[in-house]
């Protein structure tokens, strides 16, 4: 059972994986003496298509943001103020009475103070932008297809003769005709040996009958 089972998945699987034939037309044609067999059929072929389509996308870029932001600063700022302060004034004269006199004098100081200014920052930031693109798409389709095939099945004539037949008689059969064909052998026609020693009933004799050629010391044995 286990066995019927696999063997069925197996054909299956096997009959899907083949490709989709449509249906076969054969027809036989002669051609300058040979035969031929042609086959059309039709087949399914796939053909691959690549299109631009528009497609919008969210891009991310980099962004420099200059904001003015509120800053708290501490300054220190230089302050000079004049008092008045009594002096003797010719003081070191000899001739002169010291009398009492008064003047400015500078007094600086410095004093911290805190102010709010503006200041430029700079920041970067991601901002998203919508941008229209180009994107290939790829598709596929079948389209069918003819294939024609042409197999030479028979060529020439050749000459053969029945295997029953007593006197051999000379009988022409194409090549196309395969059943008649192996009922033929083909003509025997004699021929002389090759090679090796044979008798020719016409053989030369050995020594000539004209003695005008012979020497006259010749001794015949």
């Not at 699987?13 to 003496?33: I, M, N, Q, T």
């Not at 220190?76 to 003797?88: D, G, I, M, P, S």
């Amino acid at each position: 059972m286990l066995a019927r089972q696999t063997a069925s998945a197996i054909l299956l699987v096997l009959f899907a994986s083949l490709p989709c034939w449509g249906s076969e037309e054969v027809r036989y044609f002669e051609k300058d003496g040979v035969t031929y067999r042609e086959t059309r059929r039709v087949v399914q072929r796939p053909v691959y298509e690549t299109k631009t389509q528009q497609s919008t996308q969210t891009v991310y870029r980099e962004q420099n943001i200059t904001e003015v932001r509120d800053t708290v600063q501490q300054r220190w700022t230089k302050v000079t103020e004049y008092r008045w302060e009594a002096f003797w004034a010719d003081r070191w004269n000899p001739f002169s009475q010291p009398y009492l006199a008064y003047r400015q004098v500078p007094y600086t100081r410095w004093e911290s103070s805190t102010e709010t200014v503006k200041v430029p920052v700079v920041s970067r930031r991601v901002v998203p932008e919508q941008r229209v693109v180009n994107v290939p798409v790829t598709t596929q389709r079948m389209v069918e297809e003819e294939v024609i095939s042409r197999v030479a099945v028979g060529g020439p004539t050749m000459t053969m003769v029945p295997v029953a037949s007593a006197a051999p008689a000379r009988t022409t059969v194409p090549w196309t005709e395969p059943a008649r064909t192996a009922q033929m052998v083909p003509i025997h026609r004699p021929t002389g040996s090759i090679g090796g020693v044979a008798r020719h009933d016409n053989d030369p004799p050995r020594q000539g009958t004209n003695t005008a050629w012979r020497s006259s010391n010749s001794v015949q044995r």
